[in-house]
């Protein structure tokens, strides 16, 4: 890669993303909502040109974008956070937003269309290790919507020429993560010695630094396949329990609350990302255990971080 565009530049895996193409050399176009605050979070770079541009208005990119790109990342995905599966037609919305990036990146020149899939689109009944060729069934909107996008991508990307990847992420926690997900929620009540509660959480988990994720898509992009599927994990998973009673112990807080709630009826028990072929294609291995992501997310924190 020598010349890319990334929707969705500002999320964690979309700043995570660019530090890394940067560090690499490559020039980055980052596409941000108009007026949005999270430009900030971008590192300031003469390899880094801010492009604004609404989620609903893709089409309009190849005439901000004034030269050829040899790679598009689609990260951008409207309506996400808590409430992501409380609306049907707002998550079909990406549908159409994700075939409006693929003709905007054909329009730009791009060869390589790469999106970000989600392992919501296996379903809530997963196997040990989950790899691209397991059974798909989701049944949130969320998934369901993930799902087709990523084969509507694929088929696009066929009728116009281009390379199609589409990795599905898996369970990332790190720097700029939404402030409603687990570990960023629990980490900052922990940190202020605000009471939490848990389940049992006997959940078998596989959780992977944002950092990491960053790497992961980076190497997607230089040395992935044409036409795959790539989970993105760690490859290992652990009791739930374990991450939590280790996030208590770096934050020094003494009572996590584990087994205070019961499980939510449709609880995923078993979520591992089956990484072999992401390795085996693009060389990809996690650098960062969980401790020391969340030391690295804790020390963010503390100095004002602050969350979507």
């Not at 609306?87 to 994700?98: A, E, K, V, W």
């Not at 589409?166 to 926690?173: C, E």
């Not at 009673?245 to 807080?253: G, K, P, Q």
């Not at 992501?293 to 020390?299: A, K, L, N, Y």
Request: glycine share 8%.
């Amino acid at each position: 890669m020598r010349r890319i565009v990334v929707t969705g530049a500002a999320s964690m895996i979309g700043t995570a993303l660019i530090r890394e193409c940067i560090k690499e050399g490559i020039e980055v176009y980052a596409v941000v909502r108009e007026n949005s605050e999270k430009r900030s979070r971008l590192p300031e770079s003469a390899h880094l040109h801010l492009v604004e541009c609404q989620l609903e208005h893709l089409e309009l990119l190849p005439e901000k974008i004034p030269v050829v790109c040899d790679t598009f990342y689609h990260i951008a995905w409207g309506n996400t956070g808590a409430n992501r599966n409380s609306s049907t037609q707002l998550q079909c919305l990406n549908i159409q937003y994700t075939l409006d990036a693929v003709k905007a990146a054909f329009r730009i020149g791009c060869h390589r269309f790469i999106g970000a899939g989600s392992q919501a689109e296996y379903g809530p009944v997963q196997p040990q290790r989950t790899a691209p060729d397991s059974p798909t069934n989701p049944t949130t909107p969320y998934g369901i919507s993930k799902l087709a996008a990523g084969k509507l991508a694929f088929t696009l990307c066929r009728e116009l020429g281009m390379e199609c990847i589409w990795p599905r992420i898996f369970s990332v926690y790190g720097i700029y993560e939404k402030e409603t997900a687990m570990i960023a929620s629990s980490l900052r009540k922990m940190l202020a010695q605000e009471e939490t509660v848990f389940t049992p959480a006997g959940q078998m988990w596989d959780y992977l630094y944002s950092e990491d994720a960053g790497r992961a898509y980076y190497l997607i992009g230089e040395k992935g396949k044409a036409g795959a599927i790539y989970c993105v994990g760690s490859g290992q998973a652990r009791p739930l329990k374990e991450y939590i009673e280790e996030m208590a112990e770096i934050a020094m807080y003494k009572h996590p609350g584990i087994g205070k709630r019961p499980y939510p009826e449709g609880t995923v028990m078993q979520l591992c990302a089956d990484i072999e072929s992401l390795t085996a294609d693009t060389g990809f291995a996690p650098q960062f255990s969980f401790a020391q992501g969340i030391r690295r997310t804790m020390e963010w924190m503390q100095n004002g971080g602050i969350n979507e």
